[in-house]
């Protein structure tokens, strides 16, 4: 048998790890298969381990998520509030959705989650066991492709499901509500996050500076740079008058699709959402602009107010199924007057996003290596010149265009 790739779980510690699942599924005399779950790119704040589970009752298809142990590493991310964060998701928001769509005998259920299995906050053995959907036929996107219209679609339909459970739940039990989401402090703080990381957008918008000589655009970018800080802690402060437990973190990697029409194979026909060690409170607008702005390429930019007015359209129709007016919660325009204000997150997470997405194979950054030898700082690694340059650059300034040209970039409160 070869050596297990680093960051693997040993056969020993996945006995460990499953022993109450194997029992609670009824399997004797299981038999392991073990696996790197994940490649080089695909994971920022934790390690991925795949298991089959082989026995004569029935086969399980596993996937482990583990926090790194590091110390260094845990000093640059908040490894622990983020497993806390996901556990939380699974272990309690997750079926008090579940549970109150089923009480609303909603037709068009949002489960679009993998099976949760079991979980552990143990001190640097934090982990979470999920179902491996891949054996569904799910699958993710190469990282350097673009949204399509086709996919765009999909996702903007999806996430208004989503969120429409929100604020559904808030109108018909604010209580339930309250307690669900009280202690969901927002991750996108200093001081949970390093100072560090929140350098990372200011080097990205100094490299986009440079990528222009209108002066007009520079003034603007220039303004989001000396103010990024203080506009995170304005979001972070002022969640404005419309919020939905949001995703987080949805950019392509955190969403599998499904293809299973045969005469239609690039087209989506469902989707699975993973990663939720970022929700937060928050608008909307900061899960639609994040993965719009990370994934959308730049014919498709342009027809934001055509996905906005499907969103809503969708998210109109789900609240009807909830018994709630959509008009008491938010109308059209409350939307586009939040996209002004909150998009920005979007943008900022998408130059990062961008970066990660187009880099070669060996040119992705190796966290825990960078974090153990310090010989850079994150903000200075992440501002190095990659093979795909061009292509990032192109990207990023399809990205500021659209910003500048829909009055987005400057900074409203």
């Not at 983020?82 to 579940?98: C, D, G, Q």
């Not at 970018?221 to 990024?228: A, S």
């Not at 702005?293 to 027809?303: S, T």
């Not at 194979?361 to 795909?388: C, R, V, W, Y």
Request: proline letters at 3%.
């Amino acid at each position: 048998m070869s050596p297990l790739p680093q960051n693997v779980l040993s056969e020993d510690e996945v006995k460990s790890v499953l022993t109450d699942v194997v029992q609670k599924e009824c399997i004797s005399e299981p038999v392991y298969a073990i696996d790197a779950g994940s490649n080089k790119g695909e994971g920022y704040v934790s390690f991925i381990t795949r298991v089959d589970v082989h026995s004569k009752e029935k086969d399980l298809h596993l996937i482990v998520k583990c926090a790194p142990k590091s110390d260094e590493f845990r000093s640059m991310f908040p490894v622990r509030k983020t497993f806390e964060r996901e556990i939380y998701f699974y272990e309690n928001i997750y079926p008090t959705l579940k549970e109150f769509q089923k009480e609303k005998r909603i037709k068009d259920y949002f489960d679009s989650f993998p099976k949760f299995y079991k979980s552990s906050l143990k001190e640097k053995e934090e982990l979470i066991v999920l179902e491996n959907i891949r054996l569904h036929g799910f699958q993710l996107l190469d990282r350097k492709m673009q949204f399509d219209d086709a996919h765009l679609q999909m996702i903007f339909q999806e996430y208004a499901k989503y969120h429409a459970i929100s604020f559904a739940l808030q109108y018909c039990d604010p209580e339930k509500y309250y307690d669900l989401s009280k202690d969901l402090h927002d991750m996108f703080t200093p001081g949970i996050f390093s100072f560090d990381f929140f350098g990372m957008f200011g080097s990205c918008l100094d490299h986009i500076d440079k990528l222009y000589e209108d002066e007009e655009i520079k003034r603007d970018i220039n303004h989001l740079k000396d103010n990024v800080l203080k506009y995170f802690e304005h979001i972070v402060n002022n969640k404005g008058k419309r919020v939905v437990i949001t995703h987080g973190d949805c950019w392509s990697n955190n969403m599998m699709f499904k293809y299973s029409d045969p005469n239609n194979p690039g087209q989506p026909t469902d989707l699975c959402l993973l990663d939720f060690q970022l929700i937060r409170k928050g608008s909307p607008v900061l899960d639609l602009s994040y993965f719009f702005y990370a994934g959308g390429p730049k014919h498709l930019l342009d027809k934001l107010d055509d996905y906005l007015k499907l969103y809503y359209s969708v998210l109109k129709n789900q609240l009807e199924n909830f018994g709630v007016d959509v008009m008491e919660i938010i109308t059209f325009e409350d939307l586009k007057s939040d996209w002004k204000i909150y998009s920005k997150f979007g943008y900022l997470l998408a130059l990062l996003i961008q970066k990660n997405a187009l880099t070669e194979g060996d040119e992705i950054l190796d966290l825990s290596k960078l974090s153990a030898n310090k010989t850079m700082t994150l903000t200075e690694a992440f501002h190095q010149e990659f093979k795909n340059q061009k292509f990032i650059n192109e990207r990023l300034k399809n990205l500021t265009d659209h910003m500048h040209e829909n009055d987005f970039l400057r900074i409203q409160y």
